[in-house]
């Protein structure tokens, strides 16, 4: 094998296929996962278990990108804002912008971390933050692996949520490679209990995701009307949310797996009672549940948030309705680090 690639990311098999094409012993692959995930080196020359000739010929073919973060923020309430620069590894090489933002939520006895997977978003919400850079690349498994392994509360996490900045199942395999390792026993050997993976029905990917994992699920719909929701949202002209709801309709939500839809509320768009009755309609009969967020307001966005008392009325109907809903509480605003408003700006320059 030439060239130099990323070690991390990679799976048992893979690096079973690199030792056997490098000549090296087929236990080797089970010392570098031991080594990589386990007790998270960051460099090839702490393996040292093996030997010099391996660890030099690992070297010339190969790196561990492992990046610190280069700024952070901590809000009043706790969460606290990752800044990673994921520099050439972006797509677009010529874009100025190659900075992801990760945020991390302490709350009782859980702890989330937010992560990114792609440098912008191509899916143009006109909502979103993200959404508005326009799409600068794709992040690989290994730079979502380390906004986790390099932030300083690892240990204490939880949770990983997939609902930081870009779609990830447009970035689909790294976003499975990244899981691949978090749910494997040669890897972190998590539950994918533990994992939630966020998208906008995006309907290339979103068959994959359900067949090859058994990750939660969280599908962003924010309206039932087809039509206003392509007001919003780009991607309703070729995914629609009939299609997207028509596909989760075949898998079973019963048992622990968990399907999730986000419904962000603005004033006089989707807040009224016939929105309500539409998204019971669109929904009725699948196990699920509706969280209601709260929207952000961000310069030269033209939408207003709903106030707490339309949302308290929105989110009794759905529950008297069947529907279980709950008013998801907003964190980490205060450092722009809510629900959309994630920017990627290096705010150091």
Request: hydrophobic fraction near 35%.
């Amino acid at each position: 094998m030439s060239g130099t690639f990323d070690l991390l990311g990679l799976s048992l098999e893979q690096l079973r296929d690199i030792c056997l094409a490098e000549g090296f012993p087929k236990y080797t692959a089970t010392q570098i996962c031991e080594w990589l995930y386990k007790k998270k080196v960051r460099s090839v020359d702490q393996m040292t278990n093996l030997s010099l000739v391996q660890r030099n010929r690992l070297k010339e073919i190969s790196t561990i990108n492992r990046k610190s973060p280069i700024y952070t923020q901590l809000s009043k309430d706790g969460t606290k804002k990752y800044l990673f620069d994921v520099g050439e590894n972006a797509l677009d090489t010529q874009s100025v912008n190659h900075y992801v933002e990760t945020v991390y939520i302490p709350e009782d006895d859980r702890a989330t971390l937010c992560v990114s997977c792609q440098v912008g978003c191509k899916m143009a919400c006109r909502f979103c933050v993200t959404g508005k850079q326009g799409f600068h690349g794709n992040l690989t498994a290994g730079d979502i692996l380390s906004q986790l392994f390099d932030i300083e509360e690892f240990d204490s996490l939880t949770n990983v949520v997939f609902m930081g900045m870009g779609e990830p199942l447009d970035n689909l395999d790294a976003v499975l490679a990244t899981i691949n390792v978090l749910t494997s026993p040669w890897g972190l050997g998590w539950s994918p209990k533990r994992v939630t993976v966020s998208t906008v029905g995006y309907l290339p990917g979103l068959r994959r995701i359900l067949n090859e994992t058994q990750c939660h699920l969280a599908v962003s719909l924010h309206n039932p009307v087809e039509e206003e929701r392509l007001q919003i949202m780009p991607i309703q002209r070729t995914n629609s949310i009939k299609e997207v709801v028509s596909m989760l309709r075949r898998y079973d939500w019963s048992g622990q797996r968990r399907l999730s839809f986000e419904y962000t509320m603005f004033e006089g768009l989707n807040d009224d009672p016939e929105h309500g009755r539409k998204l019971v309609a669109l929904l009725q009969g699948i196990a699920c549940r509706v969280n209601l967020i709260k929207f952000h307001t961000s310069p030269g966005t033209p939408f207003k948030p709903s106030s707490q008392s339309t949302m308290v009325a929105f989110r009794d109907y759905l529950n008297s309705h069947g529907i279980t809903c709950t008013i998801r509480a907003s964190r980490g605003q205060d450092i722009d680090a809510a629900c959309g408003m994630l920017a990627g700006k290096n705010r150091r320059e």
